[in-house]
């Protein structure tokens, strides 16, 4: 959808699309419920998958095709995906700090599409702007969005130098109006980033340190996926669906020990956010954030997140008898949703992992140079930034290398927050002090309805052409997104 068109389609909608959503009543949803149309699968039957590992082609270079496949996701029926790899979610690749590595992306889909390494500090070239696009072979160009400085490639090498430290991120389809539904096919994986600091720690490692790649979907009577039509305006606020997937399945169990285990929590959600506890009970000890370690490990009786973030926990099955069920809820959802997937505890086991009270040295907190503030919110009937839909092209800010600034932010609607290539920490909710999980270095941050959030982001790495945007995907696609210049 071009963007003419686009805010001639946001005109049409008028106000039905945040009334059914509930905004004006501060609700903790984020988006419009889309229902299943096929029997769904009795929670906790199926077993938890662990994405595959990329291999490199040779030592820094991997390559990876994106293609249509069909895969069994509800059990008995074949759905058709979108995946890097021909795979929902992606291969994860495992990269180490320092090592600079390409990962190369041929596009074998009918569509044209952008991949964004999501927490990567990477040249502008290699950040998946939405408009450098990676096409299919024979795709007609006009048919896409057009911009003066589109570029077009069937195969793209993205550069990744990879000087940052340890931390969950991930990748995901970032094609200018159309990241929603492109990310709800298929188009996501993890890459988590190591090095020597993490490696000196005795955190559970191996079978012990599980990927959680937590998102909903709905499904259509044979197994297809469903997506609203994109003139529907119903589903301006986001698509919520009514199955959770973890790693690509319904509600998955995972047999486990009784030991410590590595939970890399992600909310690859298009709009739904989660508020996670674990029932019977129990506590998450937070070990890392969007971008990397903590200084010091953090209990939690609940995590919330938002689509985009990371949360790294560690959880200590010994806790419960052998024999236990360990639920993984959702206590923003009821229904079927409230359901994430389930631990059981299977037998005692050898343990010489275990958290230390200092994970890593924190950097030293930088001095702002100045303040700015974005305000994301409709205007009018447009999901905008400062008043204005997406302008490619046009930074509303040009921060200087090496420098930090405060951003203000502030928002009337559940809007996760993302910046690329910029690393920040919350300052401060509504002139308060943060909440215990927005600790660390983050990429994203949930900015509730009228709130106003202040984070401190540094701006380290690279000059060029960056941006900030909505993660709600549906936002995103309807205009909310800004770019800014680091120069």
């Not at 997406?390 to 921060?399: T, V």
Request: aromatic letters at 8%; one cysteine or more.
């Amino acid at each position: 959808m071009s963007a003419a068109s686009r805010r001639a389609f946001l005109g049409m909608l008028g106000g039905a699309g945040l009334a059914v959503a509930g905004c004006g009543a501060f609700a903790e949803t984020s988006g419009r419920l889309l229902a299943s149309r096929l029997p769904l699968p009795r929670p906790f039957t199926v077993p938890l998958p662990v994405p595959e590992v990329a291999r490199p082609v040779r030592p820094g270079r991997y390559e990876v095709t994106q293609r249509v496949a069909k895969v069994e996701i509800i059990p008995g029926v074949t759905t058709e995906v979108w995946g890097y790899g021909g795979t929902f979610p992606g291969p994860t690749f495992e990269l180490r700090r320092g090592s600079r590595t390409t990962i190369a992306v041929r596009n074998e889909l009918p569509v044209p599409t952008s991949t964004h390494l999501h927490g990567g500090v990477n040249p502008p070239a290699s950040d998946g702007y939405p408009t450098d696009l990676v096409v299919p072979g024979g795709y007609a160009a006009h048919h896409d969005h057009q911009h003066a400085e589109t570029r077009h490639q069937t195969v793209k090498d993205y550069d990744y130098p990879l000087e940052q430290r340890a931390a969950t991120l991930w990748y995901h389809d970032h094609r200018m109006d159309h990241t929603a539904p492109q990310v709800w096919r298929g188009l996501a994986g993890f890459a988590l980033v190591r090095d020597t600091e993490e490696d000196a720690l005795p955190l559970p490692g191996g079978e012990r340190e599980l990927p959680l790649m937590i998102c909903d979907r709905a499904f259509g009577e044979d197994g297809s996926f469903r997506y609203p039509d994109p003139h529907d305006g119903d589903y301006m606020a986001g698509v919520e669906g009514d199955v959770i997937l973890v790693n690509g399945a319904p509600w998955p169990v995972a047999e486990v020990t009784a030991t410590r285990y590595r939970l890399r929590l992600l909310n690859a959600s298009n709009a739904r956010r989660y508020r996670l506890r674990l029932a019977p009970g129990g506590r998450f000890t937070q070990i890392g954030s969007d971008a990397g370690l903590l200084a010091a490990p953090v209990a939690h009786d609940t995590i919330p997140i938002a689509p985009g973030e990371r949360y790294d926990v560690v959880v200590d099955f010994s806790a419960y008898p052998v024999g236990s069920a360990v639920t993984l809820i959702n206590t923003l959802a009821g229904g079927p949703a409230r359901n994430v997937m389930r631990f059981i505890v299977t037998r005692r086991a050898a343990d010489d992992s275990a958290v230390p009270r200092t994970l890593a040295r924190p950097d030293a907190r930088p001095t702002a140079v100045t303040t700015r503030t974005f305000d994301f919110r409709r205007t009018g009937n447009a999901w905008t930034i400062n008043g204005h839909p997406y302008r490619p092209g046009i930074p509303l800010a040009r921060p200087r290398l090496g420098t930090a600034e405060i951003w203000r932010l502030t928002s009337d609607f559940h809007h996760p927050v993302h910046v690329h290539l910029a690393h920040f920490q919350v300052l401060a909710r509504n002139g308060r002090p943060p909440a215990a999980t927005d600790g660390g270095w983050k990429d994203t941050v949930d900015v509730r309805p009228y709130e106003v959030v202040d984070v401190l982001a540094r701006f380290d790495g690279y000059r060029g052409r960056y941006m900030l945007h909505c993660h709600n995907l549906e936002h995103e696609d309807m205009a909310m997104m800004a770019d800014f210049d680091v120069v």
